[in-house]
């Protein structure tokens, strides 16, 4: 059995505080506004990042764009390996994504395959303008020809390495972490 021990904290909650409301600015600048933007998360840590970037806009912009709930499970290529009942949340998606800027929100990006199936899912309800990716935190080791239009954080890792993304919401802290399997 492996074990996992923590390496080092590369974010703390204000470092995740500060990347958020960046993201903010960024995607407001690069849509020139937030009229047609939505913001959907991608459960589970995607979900209350999505929740903060939609409130840093409001403040910046006075307007709070839409957020969505994406529940990928189910789109998932490793579906038959993740468990025999995998557990579906469901996707919320109260508002027409046609003609919509959909962004993305994601915790960490890593093989892009977490964000395929979030494509696919998007697209099999909509079609969008645009599907825009934003995520916390970056650590490379693509597998899939997908890249993030906006990154809190770029983490170059080794593949013993583990990014794990706390937020208040789900964990009652906020920081990042890399985690380092050991033998």
Do not use: W
């Amino acid at each position: 059995m492996r074990k996992i021990q923590d390496k080092a904290v590369i974010m703390d909650g204000q470092g995740v505080q500060r990347a958020l409301t960046r993201i903010a600015h960024e995607i407001i600048e690069k849509n020139k506004g937030v009229k047609d933007v939505v913001l959907l998360g991608i459960r589970t840590r995607g979900v209350p990042l999505a929740e903060y970037l939609a409130g840093a806009i409001e403040k910046i912009e006075g307007y709070r764009p839409p957020i969505g709930l994406l529940d990928i499970t189910l789109y998932r290529d490793d579906l038959s390996t993740l468990a025999y009942q995998p557990v579906v949340h469901g996707t919320e998606i109260p508002f027409d994504l046609n003609g919509k800027i959909v962004v993305l929100v994601d915790d960490v990006l890593y093989t892009g395959r977490t964000i395929r199936a979030a494509l696919d899912a998007v697209i099999d309800m909509g079609r969008p303008q645009s599907i825009r990716l934003a995520v916390l935190v970056d650590r490379g080791h693509r597998e899939l020809p997908i890249r993030a239009d906006y990154v809190g954080k770029n983490v170059p890792t080794s593949s013993r390495e583990v990014v794990s993304v706390q937020l208040e919401a789900c964990d009652g802290v906020e920081q990042v972490i890399i985690r380092e399997f050991v033998d």
